[in-house]
């Protein structure tokens, strides 16, 4: 696939240790300088101590851990004619998942031979340690043929972690954004690797101060729009360390927990169900759909069925599990989403084109994030989407989009609606949107915060949201038309001209790693 072989070469990881003399003739955020022992040393954008977060710990194994390569177990050759393949190709995934997982945690592959395989029903990966790998994307292809909306792999199941116990308060006034420690009133029942929700709370006096209880009314639908009520965002975070009271995560807060807003508090979960070491892999899909169905949509005679096939992978309750070298045609969106319960994944190398759908909203999310958290989507392209690197409501963060490309856009990547957090567009180019959605969609408001545009290239928009931020560093292109004028501009530093390191997810990475050496 040329494209992403293309965005390979230019996104391979580049040498990060830089001398003095080049420091010194690039220019620099002056949030994230690299110094002389080629590190980056944060400065704080408030008064308060917030500053840029770490994004490292995205991608799977927590980021820097390479995605495991499986051993196949079961190989299966195509079928001749139009048989349907979707109920022996189960049955090999499920004959895998019941082998004994290895001390990696992977049971094994189900390689589809080169050719082509019907699917007529979702397949399911609801097992631990299971992978459904092809020969390649020009060489093993599956064909949705069901005329439902629907994923064509799902992988785990739809309970993700459950609370247990009282939550215990923060006992700081204001912990910053960036922060992986805190203090709460009664650290006796947390211990070092603990599994813990970090509460960030949102009451009505904050949503007052965003302005979010005061949208006004969708002009074609004034009964649509809904004014926010108070809500939580929930950070799922690994006690690393315990000392008296305070607690330190494995992963930053990509929000302030700010007492005049409803604080925080910290909570244990269990989280019996999600299952990992999960992935799908060298596979191209192709989704049937009613060719007759065709509409008007942006001057253009389009495609416009609906009925058939979303994504190809729908991520729910997994963690540590992958996509890579997948490619869709003709799906509703593309490759791959990410459910709520889905935590340290990582997609790669994948493309989607041609979708087919209304051009209308809901509709041509390539990469959706609906609430996952420290997902990695990197070397990824899109064609013809509405919103192409897209999140949903209230998605806690970090996560990251490296390297990728959309083309042909009908709309914007953008955080969607209604207030998710601490996000990376790290050197996408296209068309990006950080900004104030009023009454879009039933309500949208001030969708995403805490978000940064590190040397993205195309169009975009920056604007910043009451009580938090939003960055465009190193951007080149042009500004986008606001969708509603009159909103304070984000942080914006050095437009025109990239900034070095050239990724600052792959400068946090190195430098956390070679930390901890």
């Known amino acids: 696939m040329n494209h992403l072989m293309r965005l390979a070469r230019h996104c391979s990881l580049s040498a990060l240790l830089l001398t003095t003399a080049q ?69 090999a995934i499920d004959q895998v998942g019941a082998l004994p997982p290895g001390a990696d945690g992977l049971r094994g592959a189900v390689l589809l031979k080169r050719g082509t395989y019907r699917c007529g029903t979702t397949l399911h990966l609801r097992v631990s340690g299971v992978v459904l790998r092809g020969e390649g994307e020009e060489q093993t292809q599956l064909i949705a043929t069901y005329a439902k909306a629907a994923p064509l792999v799902r992988v785990g199941g739809r309970e993700g972690p459950q609370a247990r116990g009282k939550p215990v308060e923060v006992s700081d006034a204001y912990v910053p954004v960036g922060a992986n420690t805190l203090t709460v009133e009664d650290a006796g029942n947390f211990a070092a690797g603990y599994a813990v929700f970090v509460i960030r709370r949102g009451n009505a006096a904050w949503i007052a101060a965003t302005g979010m209880d005061q949208i006004p009314p969708r002009p074609d639908a004034p009964t649509s729009t809904v004014q926010w009520k108070p809500f939580d ?113 990582t997609v790669e190398d994948c493309a989607g084109r041609a979708p087919v ?11 959706n994030i609906q609430g996952a958290q420290l997902v990695l989507v990197q070397r990824c392209y899109a064609d013809e989407a509405r919103h192409a690197f897209v999140f949903g409501a209230r998605v806690a963060g970090p996560n990251v989009f490296l390297d990728c490309k959309s083309e042909r856009n009908h709309a914007r990547s953008e955080p969607h609606e209604r207030w998710s957090v601490a996000v990376l567009y790290d050197n996408v180019e296209g068309e990006i949107a950080l900004q104030d959605r009023q009454w879009m969609g039933t309500g949208h408001g001030w969708s995403g915060a805490n978000y940064v545009a590190w040397n993205c290239r195309g169009t975009l928009i920056a604007q910043q949201p009451p009580t938090a931020q939003n960055f ?22 050095s437009e025109g001209t990239p900034v070095l390191p ?9 430098d956390r790693l070679s930390a901890a050496r």
């Open 502 to 510: 050239r990724s600052l997810y792959e400068q946090q990475l190195h």
């Open 23 to 91: 420091l010194v003739a690039a220019p620099q955020s002056k949030l994230a300088t690299l110094g002389p022992d080629g590190r980056l040393h944060y400065t704080a954008y408030t008064g308060q101590g917030d500053t840029l977060p770490d994004f490292s710990h995205c991608g799977y194994g927590g980021g820097g851990v390479p995605l495991p390569f499986a051993p196949v177990r079961i190989t299966l050759e195509p079928q001749p004619g139009e048989a349907d393949d979707a109920a022996r190709i189960q049955q």
């Open 233 to 345: 965002l929930k950070f799922d975070r690994v006690i690393t360390k315990v000392e008296g009271n305070r607690l330190t995560f494995d992963a930053p807060i990509g929000c302030a927990l700010d007492r005049r807003w409803g604080g925080g508090a910290v909570q244990c979960y269990d989280d019996p169900e999600r299952i990992e070491h999960c992935g799908v892999e060298s596979l191209r899909a192709l989704s049937l759909y009613d060719q007759t169905r065709t509409a008007m949509q942006d001057n253009v005679l389009t495609e416009v069925d609906e009925e058939h096939a979303t994504w190809f992978v729908e991520f729910g309750a997994v963690k540590n599990a992958w996509a890579r070298h997948l490619a869709t045609e003709k799906f509703q969106h593309g490759p791959a989403v990410l459910r709520a319960a889905a935590k340290w994944i």
């Open 472 to 493: 465009a560093i190193g951007f080149v292109g042009r500004r986008g038309k606001d969708a509603f004028p009159g909103r304070p501009a984000g942080w914006w530093e």
């Open 357 to 367: 759908s209304l051009i209308t909203g809901g509709r041509r999310y390539t990469y």
